[in-house]
């Protein structure tokens, strides 16, 4: 088993989640998953923006950790983002620390 298998990973995204960042950000969680992740903790404290490629990346990722039995976890999400996760309902979906 990998070690991105036996352990948490954590992805600290820099910046504003939008347009093409966006679709680099999918690619990377797409490659960590790849990696045979289980457990990843998206560290969001330089982020102050996500558009919806964003969320739907992260909704993505948190589907296919529940089926292999982990999960996903936020941290250092802005009130912004947090708002927003509330607003879509989502804050029922995710793991927001």
Same mark, same amino acid.
Do not use: W, Y
């Given at each position: 088993?990998?070690? &991105? &298998? $036996?352990?948490?990973?954590?992805?600290?995204?820099?910046? %504003?989640?939008?347009? =093409?960042?966006?679709?680099?950000?999918?690619?990377?969680? $797409?490659?960590?998953? &790849?990696?045979?992740?289980? %457990?990843?903790?998206?560290?969001? +404290?330089?982020?102050? @923006?996500?558009?919806? =490629?964003? #969320?739907? &990346?992260?909704?993505?990722?948190?589907?296919?950790?529940?089926?292999?039995?982990?999960?996903?976890?936020?941290?250092?999400?802005?009130?912004?983002?947090? @708002?927003?996760?509330? #607003? @879509? +309902?989502?804050?029922? +979906?995710?793991?927001?620390?």
């Amino acid at each position: 088993m990998s070690e &991105a &298998a $036996t352990s948490a990973v954590t992805v600290s995204p820099e910046g %504003n989640i939008i347009g =093409t960042i966006s679709r680099r950000f999918r690619e990377e969680l $797409t490659n960590v998953l &790849a990696a045979g992740a289980i %457990n990843i903790s998206i560290d969001m +404290h330089l982020v102050q @923006m996500i558009d919806s =490629t964003g #969320i739907g &990346a992260i909704v993505g990722v948190q589907k296919v950790l529940s089926e292999r039995g982990g999960g996903l976890v936020l941290t250092g999400v802005s009130d912004d983002i947090q @708002m927003m996760v509330k #607003i @879509m +309902h989502l804050d029922k +979906h995710l793991t927001i620390r």
